[in-house]
Each structure stands twice: as structure tokens, then as C-alpha cells.
């Protein structure tokens, strides 16, 4: 619950799990709460973790069309401390959960939830680790706390949405910051490489199978790093 609304998440463990294991916190892009997001807490619980995924949105609404999903964005981006709000309702949450190791939290967001995590980390709350696929990067006004979390980026050197003057910029505020940080670029490479739906060529909107597959086994191998003690 965030002020007056209510957020549904989705939880996956895996079938028989008693012990509680840590938690990879999911921020889905600005679609929602949807399908696929929800496969890929799954796939994590099968990994051995709970995989938890967020609803930014209140009541599990979802973007039919991009003027929905726009109009449902939009409000959070513009406003970030009531994304960090929300957010930190989520995490909140999941720290309380009877099959949550609470010492052992991260978080990956995708598009519009690479900025969702990223900023979750910028409040200074207690994770292991945050990963952003093709997020937007730019930092919040007045963001000076504290980042506990190791950052890895995971961006497309073509996305038109993140210039690569922003990225420089975030990795001038992680190096301030003196954060664990990486940026991985992927050449030849899009916004939206993750999502095999992503087909809108004028907008930069286009998925790659080769960077969706590296990310992914980058990701893998970041999740066994950081919750490895």
C-alpha cells in the first residue's frame, strides 16, 4: 500500500522451498504488471531465488497501448520522489515476507523499471545489488544518499531514449557516490533489446536476441556474485 493505493505484487517461490532465500525484487517496464515480468520471477524461483515482482501502477493495471502506458509512466517520472515512495512501499514488503532472506535483496528493473531500481538504490535502503536493462538513467533532484548497492547497467550504445551523455552523467554520480559500478554496452543495440515484442524501428524500440541473451547470463552471474556470503 502506497498513501491510498493499493499495489499488487506477484510472488514466485519454488514448489517445496521451506527455508527462507533471497529475493530478486522485479520492476517491470512501463507495460505494467503483466506476463512477462511475472515469467521471469518464475524463472528465478527455479534459479533458487523469490522472485517478487512490482506493481508501479496500483491495482496490477497495465498499458494496452502506448498512450496508456504514457499516461500511467508519466506521473512517476515526472514526480520521483513518489516513485521512490512507491517503491520503497514494495521493499517494504518484501522484506517482511516469511520466505524472504532480508539481508539478501536486489532488484532489476527493465525500461522504465531500470529507473524504478536505480532510484530504490539512490534512496539508500539496505540491497545486495540493482540491475538496470535499458533504463533511463538520470538522477533525481536532491539525490545525495548513501547507495549500498553494487549497480550494474546493461544499455544498448543506439538507444535513443539514453544518450551518451546521460551516461555519462550517471557514471559521474555513481563515481561521486563511490558505488560498486558497471556499464555494460552493447553495440549495434537498441531501447527495449530485451523484449521480443519490441518491433517500433522509428522509436528505437527494437529487441535484440543477442544483447537479451547476454544480459541475461551477465545478470545471472551478478545475482550468484552478490548473494554469494
Same mark, same amino acid.
Given at each position: 500500500?502506497? @498513501?491510498?493505493?493499493? +499495489?499488487?505484487?506477484?510472488?514466485? =517461490?519454488?514448489?517445496?522451498?521451506? @527455508?527462507?532465500?533471497?529475493?530478486?525484487?522485479?520492476?517491470?517496464?512501463?507495460?505494467?504488471?503483466?506476463?512477462?515480468?511475472?515469467?521471469?520471477?518464475?524463472?528465478?524461483?527455479?534459479?533458487?531465488?523469490?522472485?517478487? =515482482?512490482?506493481?508501479? &501502477?496500483?491495482?496490477?493495471?497495465?498499458?494496452?497501448?502506448?498512450?496508456?502506458?504514457?499516461?500511467?509512466?508519466?506521473?512517476?517520472?515526472?514526480?520521483?520522489?513518489?516513485?521512490?515512495?512507491?517503491?520503497?512501499?514494495? &521493499?517494504?514488503?518484501?522484506?517482511?515476507?516469511? #520466505? !524472504?532472506?532480508?539481508?539478501?535483496?536486489?532488484?532489476?528493473?527493465? +525500461?522504465?523499471?531500470?529507473?524504478?531500481? $536505480?532510484?530504490?538504490?539512490?534512496?539508500?535502503?539496505?540491497?545486495?545489488?540493482?540491475?538496470?536493462?535499458?533504463?533511463?538513467?538520470?538522477?533525481?533532484?536532491?539525490?545525495?544518499?548513501?547507495?549500498? !548497492?553494487?549497480?550494474? %547497467? $546493461?544499455?544498448? &550504445?543506439?538507444?535513443?531514449? %539514453?544518450?551518451?551523455?546521460?551516461?555519462? #552523467?550517471?557514471?559521474?554520480?555513481?563515481?561521486?557516490?563511490?558505488?560498486?559500478? #558497471?556499464?555494460?554496452?552493447?553495440?549495434?543495440?537498441?531501447?527495449?533489446?530485451?523484449?521480443?515484442?519490441?518491433?517500433?524501428?522509428?522509436?528505437?524500440?527494437? &529487441?535484440?536476441?543477442?544483447?537479451?541473451?547476454?544480459?541475461?547470463?551477465?545478470?545471472?552471474?551478478?545475482?550468484?556474485?552478490?548473494?554469494?556470503?
Amino acid at each position: 500500500m502506497d @498513501e491510498d493505493t493499493l +499495489c499488487r505484487g506477484y510472488l514466485a =517461490v519454488r514448489d517445496g522451498e521451506t @527455508e527462507p532465500k533471497p529475493v530478486v525484487m522485479i520492476a517491470p517496464d512501463w507495460r505494467g504488471r503483466g506476463a512477462a515480468p511475472c515469467e521471469k520471477a518464475r524463472q528465478l524461483a527455479g534459479m533458487g531465488y523469490v522472485g517478487f =515482482v512490482l506493481d508501479m &501502477y496500483g491495482e496490477a493495471r497495465l498499458g494496452l497501448d502506448n498512450d496508456q502506458r504514457r499516461a500511467l509512466m508519466t506521473p512517476l517520472v515526472q514526480h520521483r520522489e513518489h516513485l521512490a515512495q512507491r517503491i520503497l512501499a514494495a &521493499y517494504s514488503t518484501v522484506c517482511n515476507l516469511p #520466505q !524472504a532472506d532480508a539481508s539478501r535483496i536486489a532488484a532489476i528493473g527493465y +525500461c522504465f523499471g531500470g529507473l524504478c531500481v $536505480l532510484d530504490l538504490a539512490r534512496t539508500g535502503v539496505e540491497l545486495r545489488g540493482v540491475v538496470s536493462f535499458h533504463g533511463l538513467l538520470s538522477e533525481p533532484p536532491g539525490s545525495e544518499a548513501a547507495i549500498s !548497492a553494487k549497480v550494474l %547497467v $546493461l544499455h544498448g &550504445y543506439d538507444d535513443p531514449l %539514453v544518450p551518451p551523455e546521460q551516461v555519462r #552523467q550517471f557514471a559521474d554520480e555513481m563515481t561521486r557516490k563511490r558505488v560498486d559500478w #558497471q556499464v555494460h554496452m552493447y553495440g549495434l543495440t537498441a531501447h527495449s533489446f530485451s523484449n521480443p515484442d519490441a518491433h517500433e524501428k522509428e522509436s528505437g524500440l527494437i &529487441y535484440n536476441a543477442s544483447a537479451d541473451r547476454r544480459s541475461w547470463q551477465t545478470t545471472a552471474l551478478f545475482l550468484e556474485e552478490i548473494f554469494k556470503d
